[in-house]
């Protein structure tokens, strides 16, 4: 399978915990996307790397949150001391330059 | 990038043309629109873009109005498994694809 690849697809945690959790975008994009989306919303950007710099983070970032893509191919968001307004679900994306973004199916973040 | 505006639900009867709306009045001269629907605890999936001209792919026609503030994609023979969240999408300069609550569609047997 070439399409984009989350791991895990689901994670239960108590709060205060920390979780990673690790995207591999299509081999030949360069522009790699972390979305959140909560029931019944559409998916907010979090935000996007080109190759291994991160351009652009949004408000909803907080410092609990880091992301990381170090050798511009695969990535990691990290949420340190889980807080239950974490629960969601993770989405990655990724494209080439322009062009549509492909996204995976997500890694559920439930937070006890 | 535009703010677009959708119906917040819409009903098909399977094998119809599933007409689905968007209002992006303040769409840019180079803004791309952007069609992606979800289904159920799946990630967005796309659909099809243009910029000013209609487009049509395997899944879908996408017509945009002249003046370019409104779009439809049109399913043109929809069938149970195109029950999902439509999202229409303004896309320019900004790399920020930016999501609504889209529109849900249910398709009726």
């Known amino acids: 399978d070439t399409g984009v690849s989350q791991d895990p697809r689901h994670k239960i945690t108590k709060r205060g915990q920390n979780v990673t959790f690790r995207c591999d975008p299509i081999s030949e994009h360069n522009r790699l996307y972390w979305y959140r989306q909560t029931l019944g919303q559409g998916p907010e950007f979090l935000t996007y790397f080109q190759n291994e710099a991160q351009l652009e983070k949004s408000r909803l970032l907080s410092d609990r949150f880091s992301a990381e893509r170090p050798k511009g191919s695969f990535s990691t968001l990290e949420i340190q001391r889980t807080e239950q307004g974490d629960s969601a679900m993770y989405l990655c994306a990724s494209r080439y330059s322009t062009g549509e973004l492909f996204f995976g199916e997500g890694s559920r973040l439930t937070v006890l | ?109």
Not at chain 2, 42 to 71: C, F, V, W
Request: overall charge neutral.
């Open chain 2, 1 to 109: 990038d535009a703010k677009t505006t959708q119906p917040p639900s819409m009903d098909c009867a399977e094998g119809r043309a599933a007409n689905l709306p968007c209002n992006h009045s303040t769409i840019s001269g180079n803004e791309y629109v952007y069609w992606y629907r979800q289904i159920h605890s799946q990630g967005p999936q796309y659909i099809i873009h243009g910029l000013k001209n209609n487009e049509t792919n395997e899944m879908a026609s996408l017509i945009i109005t002249e003046d370019r503030k409104s779009s439809t994609l049109i399913l043109p023979h929809a069938t149970l498994r195109d029950t999902a969240v439509y999202y229409c999408i303004g896309l320019s300069g900004g790399q920020n694809f930016v999501f609504g609550p889209g529109t849900r569609l249910s398709v009726l047997p």
